[in-house]
């Protein structure tokens, strides 16, 4: 299998991984088919425990109490069973962000909260966050090396959010959200990609008060 994700996360030709994760998000789409979820919760638990290189589909299989014609008839390949693992696990961070900044009531409180929610989400997940500790070299050339695409999919998401807060009258129409939100991701990126030793992620009250004093600031309009 190729190092994974650049394949599954961003496709020159299609929507991205992340893209049809928030996109399930934000519609409510559920999966009915009992067998595959029950295939995808095994492959889940099995990549967490050994590793994407180190599975097979015999060992999915194995897991999930049943035969491995039938996962192949629900994932033709491994690529393919791995990408709606991933994906599965995208649409339930984000599925945790939209519910983590429900409770705030001001755009800077959600700015605050939806920084410190990425970060936990992402780097608490067991398989997510898993991959960059223990197989960085599957997970982390699909975030910086495919071209921008992976960045630019959650740039995308974060501008729609500050465009949302436009229009609600939150965030000045000065402010270039496109730039805003291109920052904001790029330092997400950095603290996940490469762990700080001056800023304590697993301390929520450090990482938020990281977004107050260098986040917030971005939404404020440029001086004349």
């Known amino acids: 299998m190729e190092p994974v994700l650049s394949v599954i996360m961003t496709r020159p030709d299609s929507e991205s991984l992340l893209e049809r994760a928030f996109a399930e998000a934000v519609e409510r789409v559920d999966d009915n088919d009992e067998m595959a979820t029950r295939v995808l919760d095994a492959a889940y638990e099995q990549f967490c425990r050994m590793g994407i290189r180190r599975s097979t589909m015999e060992d999915v ?32 961070y984000f599925d945790q962000f939209f519910s983590d900044i429900k409770q705030a009531r001001t755009v800077e409180d959600r700015v605050v909260l939806g920084f410190a929610s990425a970060l936990r989400a992402i780097r608490g ?5 898993g991959l960059m500790a223990v197989e960085p070299e599957v997970l982390v050339p699909s975030m910086i090396s495919d071209g921008g695409r992976t960045m630019a999919v959650v740039r995308r998401f974060v501008a729609g959010q500050l465009r ?7 965030v000045s129409g000065e402010i270039d959200v496109e730039l805003v939100a291109e920052l904001m991701v790029r330092i997400s990126a950095s603290f996940l990609v490469t762990p700080s030793h001056l800023v304590d992620l697993d301390d929520d009250e450090q990482v938020r008060d990281v977004a107050r004093r260098f986040l917030v600031p971005m939404l404020e309009p440029p001086r004349k």
């Open 125 to 129: 997940n067991p398989l997510i966050g």
């Open 61 to 92: 299989a194995r897991l999930a109490g049943v035969s491995r014609i039938t996962v192949y008839r629900r994932f033709a390949t491994k690529d393919a069973l791995v990408e709606h693992v991933v994906r599965r696990e995208f649409r339930r």
């Open 164 to 170: 949302s807060e436009q229009s609600a009258g939150n």
